[in-house]
């Protein structure tokens, strides 16, 4: 009888890491755009076709963010929900596949989702909607493909936390605001420097960088070197599109910065004028400032009405 029930234990153990070995399989598929072995594996198990993964992410989730568009129609084809949301207990709750190509810059992808049916304006639980996502990435391909479908691209900002009392908005780059952010920025490069110089080790810029997508998004680095011409800086906020090894030690001409920050003996921050632009926007709207970001507020001590 003992060996009956073993026999019974252990196919339940091996039951157990196929189902676990192909919910691993399909995910991966799905992102590799491995379309074939991927039709392969769902006719054997359609209900994978569902499933989440510790980010609560199904499979067409996995093929947006990666944009293998062939390996989405498949998966729409077979039945996946192209407006299914991240489930409640992950962060952020409420994502779509529209907002995952939208933020990585899919256009290809995005027009797929369109054409099918996804819905244009979806709300994950900060507010994001895939336009906004869109212009947080500076993606002009996707805000158009998007606007073009009926997205509001006026919409309140909604903001993510990027770590270090560093946060994102998808402000629009062609706010007027946002350019005089920039000009302010590039205006106090001699602040900057003589701040570097007090507080080498607390000195942020943020730049652009382009990844080995194509492209171009806007990271903060620390400063590691600093002159006239140049600035070399490790990026601590690392792009949501690079695919491959991120090297995160990189150089920029000092004409190249959009913004900077330095922290404090105290803890106030100076520049981070771009923030302004943040605070500005949402008070327009009658917008309450996130609670970890109007916890932050007041250490920014450079902050006028608006950037000058």
Same mark, same amino acid.
């Given at each position: 009888?003992?060996?009956?029930?073993?026999?019974?234990?252990?196919?339940?153990?091996?039951?157990?890491?196929?189902?676990?070995?192909?919910?691993?399989?399909?995910?991966?598929?799905?992102?590799?755009?491995?379309?074939?072995?991927?039709?392969?594996?769902?006719?054997?198990?359609?209900?994978?076709?569902?499933?989440? /993964?510790? !980010? @609560?992410?199904?499979? +067409? $989730?996995? #093929? &947006?963010?990666?944009?293998?568009? *062939?390996?989405?129609? %498949? =998966?729409?084809?077979?039945?996946?929900?192209?407006?299914?949301?991240?489930?409640?207990?992950? /962060?952020? !709750? @409420?994502?779509?596949? +529209? $907002?995952? #190509? &939208?933020?990585?810059?899919?256009? *290809?992808?995005?027009? %797929? =989702?369109?054409?099918?049916?996804?819905?244009?304006?979806?709300?994950?639980?900060?507010?994001?909607?895939?336009?906004?996502?869109?212009?947080?990435?500076?993606? &002009?391909?996707?805000?158009?493909?998007?606007?073009?479908?009926?997205?509001?691209?006026?919409?309140?900002?909604?903001?993510?936390?990027?770590?270090?009392?560093?946060?994102?908005?998808?402000?629009?780059?062609?706010?007027?605001?946002?350019?005089?952010?920039?000009?302010?920025?590039?205006?106090?490069?001699?602040?900057?420097?003589?701040?570097?110089?007090?507080?080498?080790?607390?000195?942020?810029?943020?730049?652009?960088?382009?990844?080995?997508?194509?492209?171009?998004?806007?990271?903060?680095?620390?400063?590691?070197?600093?002159?006239?011409?140049?600035?070399?800086?490790?990026?601590?906020?690392?792009?949501?599109?690079?695919?491959?090894?991120?090297?995160?030690?990189?150089?920029?001409?000092?004409?190249?910065?959009?913004?900077?920050?330095?922290?404090?003996?105290?803890?106030?921050?100076?520049?981070?004028?771009?923030?302004?632009?943040?605070?500005?926007?949402?008070?327009?709207?009658?917008?309450?400032?996130?609670?970890?970001?109007?916890?932050?507020?007041?250490?920014?001590?450079?902050?006028?009405?608006?950037?000058?």
């Amino acid at each position: 009888m003992s060996w009956v029930w073993l026999g019974l234990g252990l196919a339940v153990v091996l039951g157990v890491v196929r189902v676990l070995r192909a919910l691993r399989d399909v995910h991966a598929l799905a992102r590799a755009g491995s379309t074939e072995r991927l039709a392969v594996l769902l006719a054997r198990d359609p209900s994978l076709l569902h499933q989440v /993964n510790g !980010e @609560g992410e199904q499979p +067409l $989730h996995q #093929a &947006a963010k990666y944009g293998e568009v *062939e390996t989405m129609r %498949l =998966l729409l084809d077979r039945g996946s929900d192209i407006n299914a949301r991240t489930p409640r207990g992950v /962060n952020p !709750e @409420g994502v779509t596949p +529209l $907002h995952l #190509a &939208a933020a990585f810059g899919y256009a *290809e992808a995005v027009k %797929l =989702l369109l054409a099918r049916g996804a819905e244009v304006d979806p709300k994950e639980e900060t507010g994001m909607t895939p336009i906004m996502a869109a212009q947080a990435g500076g993606h &002009a391909a996707v805000i158009e493909l998007l606007t073009a479908a009926g997205a509001d691209a006026t919409a309140v900002p909604a903001y993510g936390q990027l770590g270090d009392e560093h946060f994102v908005t998808a402000t629009s780059a062609s706010d007027p605001l946002i350019a005089k952010a920039v000009e302010k920025a590039q205006s106090t490069l001699g602040t900057l420097r003589s701040l570097f110089a007090e507080r080498p080790r607390d000195t942020m810029v943020k730049v652009p960088f382009t990844t080995d997508t194509g492209n171009v998004e806007h990271v903060w680095a620390r400063v590691l070197a600093l002159d006239e011409v140049t600035v070399r800086g490790r990026i601590e906020t690392p792009p949501t599109s690079q695919r491959g090894k991120l090297e995160r030690e990189q150089q920029w001409r000092v004409s190249e910065i959009e913004d900077w920050q330095v922290e404090q003996r105290d803890g106030s921050i100076r520049g981070a004028f771009g923030y302004q632009v943040l605070f500005l926007r949402m008070r327009e709207k009658g917008v309450a400032l996130p609670r970890e970001l109007a916890a932050q507020q007041h250490r920014f001590v450079d902050h006028e009405r608006e950037p000058t």
